[in-house]
């Protein structure tokens, strides 16, 4: 069952802005993920941050997590056209389920 | 490296019909999980498998939906019969055992018409 919740549901930018999505979670984790999903394609594992973490960098991604706000933020800077997809967060207890948001939907406007 | 093939992609059928999804996984990963999502939503779980084991079908409507992974590699996963309500993306993913990152097939879109 989904008991993630992403904000905003929708973002459009223009190429070059950077763009922030954040993702609240329900109960105690081991680690949040992010997944990026293009326009009927699978999802694409980005990044995973543990809960002993705070931030965590890839490339141009950038992401936060404040265990005791229980949320989470992706950053993504530079953005490019090819960033258009949905991008989703998944909250895991370690038990290899994972709780899924409902996705941020991201369009870069060239 | 191939990743998660998933077969059909497309597939659409008659309330009532039966259908059935196939899934093979990346070479070596012993868990294996399906995943339905609907427009909109993140994905949710239906099934996982640690090898050949279904470890967690507490999802799985079992009225309707069956699935099997006999030898521990490839998978299938079946309706019948199909409702209306069963109109999604059917997702397969497959992970290293004891590792969280999962890696995704394209899925198949179901249309019951």
């Known amino acids: 069952s989904q008991q993630g919740e992403e904000d905003p549901q929708a973002l459009s930018i223009q190429e070059g802005e950077n763009a922030t999505m954040n993702c609240s979670y329900k109960t105690s984790i081991n680690n949040l993920q992010w997944y990026r999903q293009n326009s009927g394609r699978g999802l694409v594992h980005l990044i995973l941050i543990r809960s002993n973490e705070r931030e965590k960098h890839s490339g141009r991604l950038r992401v936060t997590l404040d265990t005791s706000k229980k949320s989470s933020s992706l950053l993504i800077t530079a953005s490019r056209a090819a960033d258009t997809a949905s991008y989703f967060c998944?909250?895991?207890?370690?038990?290899?389920?994972?709780?899924w948001g409902a996705g941020t939907k991201l369009i870069i406007k060239p | 490296e191939a990743g998660v093939v998933q077969s059909p992609r497309y597939k659409i059928i008659e309330k009532k019909q039966p259908v059935a999804f196939w899934c093979n996984p990346i070479s070596g990963h012993n868990t294996l999980y399906w995943y339905r999502q609907n427009l909109g939503q993140g994905p949710e779980l239906l099934i996982r498998?640690?090898?050949?084991?279904?470890?967690?079908d507490s999802q799985l409507p079992k009225d309707r939906f069956s699935a099997e992974r006999l030898k521990g590699v490839d998978s299938t996963l079946k309706i019948q019969p199909a409702e209306l309500g069963d109109s999604a993306v059917y997702l397969c993913a497959s992970s290293l055992f004891g590792h969280n990152e999962q890696f995704f097939g394209p899925g198949t879109r179901l249309t019951v018409l």
């Open positions: 498998y640690e090898n050949e084991e279904a470890v967690d």
């Open positions: 998944a909250s895991s207890e370690g038990n290899y389920q994972l709780i």
